[in-house]
């Protein structure tokens, strides 16, 4: 992809207010480029001890100078209170007929992230959905790693599995393979996924298992308190890495897409709606429905996305795409237009350009899919965010029965008696 | 026609050796084959060189294939071998230590020239420097020969040198007497789609029978007459393609679907190979993405209610630790299994050694005892995989399988099993809900059964037994996350009791030899054949000496103590730097005595019986 410009590694080490780094400047190697750095004792909201409510940053990639802070009391994520009143609303089941509600997929355990962590409304929102998916809830299964986010099919009343670092993949491909009849989903995080897990996040994208997972993203290991992810920017000041990070971040939807992905889609921990739509998505998909989720860890990495979440600068900083529609944001001020291989922003109301000249996204091209992609972190572009591709291909527990059955079709059940009497045998008398 | 006398052996023993690309894989089975026809017993060693196609004529590309064979017992591929058949100087050089004193080498002299000698890294020709003086040597231009015999063959030079093996194999046959029926039939089967090589094949093969038939070098045929062995139909088996039908057999009479897990490593991808052919039989292969991948999918499945199992080799097991170890905390049926190799790190590909044990004991994080089994014989294999799949089943546990390089590889005839004869294999997955707590029904996964100490096993697909499993310290009973102390230390405790109620499973211990012994040999796993040939022959020799095997290598044998104390010395032969023999001195405080070679290559019975003499005279 061509659209890469060199300061596309330049995001912004964002450091979130009361962090215990704060007030450093990040130190990076010489030709590193950084980008735009908060100086110091520069206001960036008040401070706060961690946990309590935090004030969005500036936003990286957005210019120091001129921009307007936020102001500091972004609402508290939607659902982070597990018991809210709508826990018990009854909800109409996919075939109109059962009535599981929310309760019904939340199990007796106490719920254990931080207040305020992104993951209680990643949570509320698939607690929500699950009884709308009309899935039996003994025919579903929620499977983890290890992390924050990994403690997930605890809270879930259906059957689950907190595994072991990195190795989900590898689970739900057997259970799938062996129990195609059942609904699995996969609960990772960018460290599990990316970092100790990355070999078989891609395997499992190159087969297809007919799976979802769910990626929740926050830019940092949480559980093992505050070092820097496989997704973290460049420069990022940690306790592992007290002069700045080196580590070029990964790009997970790029990645997954060079992994041979069928169904990759981008959601955010504060737009329950819109993460209910991509979570829909990647289920009714038959194949790996791959969603990540930015998640905001407001202990040790507050405000990493507050430039995509928080309403002051969303619409700027954000698009949101969907199959057929033409590339609109900023509230339909400015469109994405495509210029050979190359995206451009263009402002729909100085009259020189329409909606008409906006890109019409196809989540089947897979050459789009890549475009967008790369659309990643660049101060002059939006974060997009929905479905960036879906392929229509086989999945791989599908395959494996069918063959599996042509086995039987063609040489009938097999006999054990027959097996072992196979090749060449003699008698002794 | 030259008359030939005919000399009646009890047994004998024969080694092919050869480039790698020179066939001798093949001509060892198809003697085999004939040599099971002829109904001896008898016991083949494969020797693989590491490299795929090494440089041709050099040392490290040698392939060889054993074969010992009798009318008598064989119990080993043989101490010493009868007759060499080399088709180059490398393969000589190297096998020539194997030969008995005034045994017979056969060689392909056509190959025995400078170029040859100096890639084998030989200073002289050995047929004319005297070097084989206390051999009978047998010198036939099998390459002239084979080349003669097929110059009128619409075949390339490459073709028609790669045939030689062929030649090779019927003068073979011609001279231990054996049938050629099985060798024509698997010639005319394996290339009935290209019949210029077939036909080409076939006349080389009945070439070398007659060479034998004709020429002066041979004065002397050999017979060995059939074997006596137990009545009833039998096949050759080697001990991988055992261990394969040993877990459909479990499929089957477990009424389980299996899942196998594996990425391929040398010895064992071959029972990926094998299995993966079996999916009429309720066996679902899976080649992962690594070795971490293999485990993990065999988890999966074990926890969907299939039975998940992984095959590998040491540097594989190293890989799998961990998910091993969450294995043995959400206490699932799983079962590993290890080929052996020689170690560490990738050490000895292609040779057999017995030094993934500690491994197989230790070789987790936290204490996380697994129950270890191993195979004695390549057709034990079958025996001992339908076993590690109905323990891992009944007592809800990994279990860890050990085989190594010359059981997988190896053959022997195997008197076909009755499947009614294993034993049962029931299968209760949980289907209600086990407790009731604030008068609820609730489903508690790890409340256990009170014998076996299992816990249930729900699937997921069952109403109301919903629940969670993972790596965290569970709750007794309930299965939830706890942190206590006190839960701790009991859950460690409890986990490891399960393990070794197993004892409950374990037959009580045979004695092999003299009953009366001073000495005692235990062994484990592939030495089986040699120790109990060694404990036969100091038998007869007048010794006092007996043996026992162990199959179970953890738990050990509930009567093991009070059998050790039964004599007064105690010997461990290994083919390791001793490692069973740590283990027995831990439990037991009896000074053992260790045996150990460590040369990739499986013990013979006269090592082990020199070893008996020395120690009781
Ligand atoms: S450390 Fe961060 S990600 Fe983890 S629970 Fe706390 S807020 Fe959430």
């Given at each position: ?200 996040i891609i395997h499992i994208m190159r087969r297809n298992v007919n799976v979802q997972i769910i990626m929740v993203n926050n830019q940092i290991y949480g559980l093992t308190k505050g070092q820097y992810s496989p997704t973290s920017e460049v420069g990022k000041i940690t306790k592992s890495t ?188 | ?274 299995l993966s052919q079996y999916k009429n039989h309720g066996i679902v292969t899976i080649q992962a993405e690594d070795e971490i991948a293999a485990i993990g999918t065999a988890i999966g499945a074990s926890f969907g209610g299939s039975l998940g199992i992984t095959g590998t080799s040491g540097p594989g097991v190293a890989l799998k630790g961990e998910a091993m170890g969450l294995a043995h905390m959400i ?287």
């Amino acid at each position: 992809m061509s659209d890469e410009k060199p300061d596309s590694n330049g995001r912004k080490p964002t450091l979130p207010p009361g962090s215990p780094s704060a007030g450093k400047s990040p130190m990076l190697p010489p030709g590193a480029k950084a980008g735009p750095t908060l100086p110091p004792g520069a206001k960036a909201g008040p401070t706060l001890p961690p946990g309590a409510k935090a004030g969005p940053t500036l936003p990286p990639g957005a210019k120091a100078a001129g921009s307007k802070l936020p102001p500091a009391s972004p609402k508290l994520p939607p659902g982070m209170s597990p018991k809210s009143p709508e826990s018990t609303e009854k909800l109409v089941g996919g075939d109109g007929s059962s009535a599981a509600t929310r309760a019904d997929f939340t199990s007796d355990q106490d719920v254990r992230w931080c207040p305020g962590c992104g993951d209680y409304a990643i949570l509320a929102t698939v607690q929500r959905m699950m009884p709308e998916l009309g899935v039996p809830r003994e025919k579903v299964v929620f499977i983890s790693g290890i992390g924050c986010s990994s403690r997930f099919p605890y809270y879930m009343n259906t059957y689950g599995m907190h595994s072991i670092h990195g190795r989900a993949p590898t689970i739900v491909t057997g259970l799938k393979s062996a129990r195609p009849d059942l609904d699995i989903w996969m609960i990772t995080g960018d460290g599990d996924s990316l970092s100790i897990g990355g070999n078989h996040i891609i395997h499992i994208m190159r087969r297809n298992v007919n799976v979802q997972i769910i990626m929740v993203n926050n830019q940092i290991y949480g559980l093992t308190k505050g070092q820097y992810s496989p997704t973290s920017e460049v420069g990022k000041i940690t306790k592992s890495t007290p002069f700045g990070s080196l580590d070029h971040p990964f790009n997970p939807i790029a990645l997954v897409l060079g992994a041979e992905s069928s169904f990759a889609a981008r959601t955010m921990d504060r737009d329950p709606k819109h993460m209910k739509e991509m979570f829909t998505r990647a289920h009714d998909y038959r194949g790996t429905g791959f969603v990540e989720v930015y998640q905001n860890c407001n202990i040790f990495n507050d405000g990493a996305f507050f430039q995509f979440t928080e309403k002051e600068t969303k619409s700027d900083r954000t698009i949101y795409f969907e199959h057929g529609k033409p590339l609109v944001y900023a509230g339909g001020s400015k469109g994405l237009r495509l210029d050979g291989f190359n995206l451009e922003s263009i402002d729909l109301e100085n009259g020189q350009f329409g909606v008409s000249d906006c890109l019409v996204y196809d989540e089947t091209s897979r050459d789009l899919a890549g475009i967008m992609s790369r659309v990643y972190w660049k101060p002059d572009f939006p974060q997009p965010f929905g479905v960036f591709y879906q392929e229509d291909r086989p999945s791989y527990d599908d395959m494996l029965h069918k063959q599996i059955n042509a086995v039987i079709e063609r040489s009938g059940k097999g006999s054990l008696q027959k097996l072992l009497e196979g090749g060449e045998t003699w008698e002794i008398e | 026609m030259a008359v030939k006398s005919v000399e009646t052996l009890p047994e004998a023993t024969v080694l092919f050796a050869g480039d790698s690309g020179d066939g001798m894989q093949v001509t060892g089975t198809q003697f085999t084959l004939a040599t099971a026809y002829a109904m001896n017993d008898l016991a083949t060693l494969p020797d693989f060189p590491a490299e795929i196609r090494a440089p041709v004529g050099t040392t490290y590309g040698v392939s060889g294939f054993q074969l010992h064979f009798g009318s008598i017992d064989i119990r080993t591929p043989g101490d010493e071998v009868d007759l060499l058949i080399a088709m180059n100087p490398a393969a000589l050089k190297v096998n020539l230590d194997r030969v008995r004193i005034g045994g017979t080498i056969l060689v392909n002299s056509n190959t025995f020239e400078p170029k040859n000698f100096k890639l084998a890294n030989m200073k002289s020709n050995p047929l004319e420097d005297g070097s084989l003086d206390k051999y009978r040597v047998i010198q036939v231009e099998i390459t002239r020969l084979t080349r003669e015999t097929l110059k009128d063959f619409n075949l390339n030079q490459k073709e028609i040198d790669r045939s030689k093996n062929m030649f090779a194999l019927g003068l073979s046959l011609w001279l231990y007497s054996r049938p050629v029926e099985p060798a024509r039939k698997w010639i005319v089967a394996k290339f009935a789609k290209t019949p210029d090589i077939r036909d080409a094949n076939l006349e080389l093969l009945k070439k070398g029978y007659h060479f034998g038939e004709t020429t002066e070098q041979f004065v002397t045929r050999y017979e060995v007459a059939p074997a006596k062995q137990p009545p009833g139909r039998y096949r050759a088996i080697m001990g991988v393609q055992a261990l394969a039908m040993g877990i459909v057999a479990a499929a089957n009479k477990g009424g389980i679907q299996i899942l196998y897990g594996s990425y391929p490593i040398t010895p064992a991808s071959d029972i990926l190979h094998s299995l993966s052919q079996y999916k009429n039989h309720g066996i679902v292969t899976i080649q992962a993405e690594d070795e971490i991948a293999a485990i993990g999918t065999a988890i999966g499945a074990s926890f969907g209610g299939s039975l998940g199992i992984t095959g590998t080799s040491g540097p594989g097991v190293a890989l799998k630790g961990e998910a091993m170890g969450l294995a043995h905390m959400i206490e699932l049926p799983l079962v590993i299994i290890n080929v052996q190799r020689g170690g560490p790190s990738t050490g000895l590909p292609t040779k057999t050694e017995q030094s993934d044990l500690l491994q197989a004991l230790y070789g987790r994080n936290g204490d996380a005892p697994i129950p270890v089994i191993a195979a004695s014989t390549p057709s034990d294999c079958f025996i001992v995989a339908y076993e590690a799949c109905r323990l891992a089943v009944k007592y809800m546990t990994p279990v860890i399988l050990l085989s190594d390089g010359y059981l997988a590889n190896g053959s022997e005839p195997w008197l076909i099993p009755n499947p009614d004869d294993l034993a049962p294999f029931d299968i209760q997955y949980a289907e209600k809900t086990n407790k009731v707590v604030d008068g609820e029904n609730v489903f508690w996964p790890y409340l256990r059964d009170e014998t076996t100490l299992a816990r249930p096993w729900a699937r997921p697909g069952t109403p109301g037994l919903e629940h969670r499993v993972g790596g965290l310290e569970k709750q007794e009973g309930s299965g939830n996350v706890n942190y206590e102390a006190d839960n701790h230390e009991y859950m460690i405790k409890i986990r490891a009791e399960k393990i070794q109620r197993i004892q409950a499973d374990i037959p009580p211990i045979e004695i092999y030899g003299d009953p009366d012994a001073d000495l005692l040999v235990i062994g484990w796993g592939s030495t089986r054949g040699a120790i109990e040939a060694a404990v036969s022959r100091s038998n007869l020799a007048g010794k006092k000496v007996a043996a026992i095997h162990l199959r179970f290598l953890n738990p050990l044998p509930a009567d093991l103590g009070k059998v050790l104390s039964q004599y007064s010395q105690h010997l461990v032969p290994e083919l390791n730097n001793g490692q069973l023999v740590k283990v027995l001195r831990d439990q037991f405080l009896l000074p053992m005595v260790a045996m150990n070679k460590i040369q990739g290559r499986p013990f013979g019975p006269a090592e082990i019986a020199e070893k008996i003499a020395e120690m009781i005279g």
